[in-house]
Nanobody, 130 residues
Framework: QVQLVESGGGLVQVGGSLRLSCAAS????????MAWFLQAPGKEREFVARITRSRTSTLYTLYTDSVKGRFTISRDNAKNTVYLQMNSLNPEDTAVYYC????????????????????WGQGTQVTVSS
């Protein structure tokens, strides 16, 4: 089992920034990839970004188009923590953000689906006001 705790959400004005954190505990050695998803009220959970550990210390990242150039996902393996730096926030970014863990590799559209991931946290609310 892997336990995940997200933090860093809050209320921010349009154009502002937030940095989300997700601390993992438990069987962290099984974490192949970590990702962020968001869920707005009345909508399905959506993929935001994914970061994958590699044997050569190269980290591979994947982003949904709407956040490219604005959000950056990063990972500190020593701390078992993944971050999401969010810049140039707009009201459409308002949602609950969830950290999720994938124990396996993925390909194509599967990487973007929450069904690919085995563990997730309780979420942290991000609200962007205009």
């Amino acid at each position: 089992q892997v336990q995940l705790v997200e933090s860093g959400g809050g209320l921010v004005q349009v154009g502002g920034s937030l940095r989300l954190s997700c601390a993992a505990s438990g069987r962290t050695s099984s974490m192949y990839a970590m990702a962020w998803f968001l869920q707005a009220p009345g909508k399905e959970r959506e993929f935001v970004a994914r970061i994958t550990r590699s044997r050569t210390s190269t980290l591979y990242t994947l982003y949904t188009d709407s956040v490219k150039g604005r959000f950056t996902i990063s990972r500190d393996n020593a701390k078992n923590t993944v971050y999401l730096q969010m810049n140039s926030l707009n009201p459409e970014d308002t949602a609950v953000y969830y950290c999720e863990v994938d124990r396996n590799s993925c390909s194509g559209s599967r990487c973007y689906r929450t069904a690919q991931y085995e563990y997730w946290g309780q979420g942290t609310q991000v609200t962007v006001s205009s």
